[in-house]
């Protein structure tokens, strides 16, 4: 099975801050990658599809970029609404696999 | 708007069975795939379970294959999972969720209902 890594675990950032995460597959997933946002007790929301496709609606600060087996999620311009787990998400082959998340906290 | 609310958690014994239902409005529910993603207390996200628009097709995730059941009955705009064989690692909040696209079964998730607690423990 294909086996998705997030890091870093936690990120600790101030408002205004860029911020990057990276998400690696264990094998190539071409472009079949999507991020999400959760906040404690919330459902996850849909932010970047197909890798670099901003989901309507989703802030311009957050982008996506990456294909085959290496992904990152940026947040050009952190905002207080930003801090909260963020998963990646590769969904081929009619299996669907969730990196472990990262925590974007205030620091 | 797109709206689904879960059904039928609850606290069971290891071994025994749960039905989940998923109620799903705002959208033409018959048209989409459909899917079940868990999440243990405390954890990451787990997809479980999908389901084609018609329910012609079904995918399951390794660790529930053979003791869960994804259906769904498109006139009554309800999706359905049924779990046998419960074990204490299938503890978790039980996401219904909508497939992207319309008929064809992408496996991206764009709306997820607010979950139901599954709690599996003698």
């Known amino acids: 099975d294909i086996q998705m890594t997030q890091s870093p675990s936690t990120l600790s950032a101030s408002i205004g801050d860029r911020v990057t995460i990276t998400c690696r597959a264990s094998?190539?997933?071409?472009?079949?990658l999507a991020w999400y946002q959760q906040k404690p007790g919330k459902a996850p929301k849909l932010l970047i599809y197909?890798?670099?496709s901003l989901e309507s609606g989703v802030p311009s600060r957050f982008s996506g970029s990456g294909s085959g087996t290496e992904f990152t999620l940026t947040i050009t311009s952190l905002q207080p609404d930003d801090f909260a787990t963020y998963y990646c998400?590769?969904?081929?082959?009619?299996?669907?696999?969730f990196g472990q998340g990262t925590k974007v906290e205030i620091k | 708007q797109v709206q689904m609310v879960e059904s039928g958690g609850g606290v069971v014994q290891p071994g025994r069975s749960l039905r989940l239902s998923c109620a799903a409005s705002?959208?033409?529910?018959?048209?989409?795939?459909m899917h079940w993603v868990r999440q243990a207390p405390g954890k990451g996200l787990q997809w479980v379970a999908g389901l084609s628009h018609d329910g012609s097709n079904e995918y399951y995730a390794d660790s529930v294959r053979g003791r869960f059941t994804i259906s769904r009955d498109n006139s009554k705009h309800t999706l359905y999972l049924q779990m046998n064989g419960l074990r204490p690692e299938d503890t978790a909040l039980f996401y219904c969720?909508?497939?992207?696209?319309?008929?064809?079964?992408?496996?991206?998730?764009?709306?997820w209902g607010q979950g139901t607690l599954v709690t599996v423990s003698s």
């Open positions: 197909k890798a670099s």
């Open positions: 094998q190539s997933i071409s472009t079949w």
């Open positions: 705002g959208f033409t529910f018959s048209s989409y795939g």
């Open positions: 998400q590769r969904y081929n082959s009619y299996s669907v696999t």
């Open positions: 969720a909508k497939d992207f696209n319309p008929v064809d079964t992408t496996m991206l998730i764009d709306y």
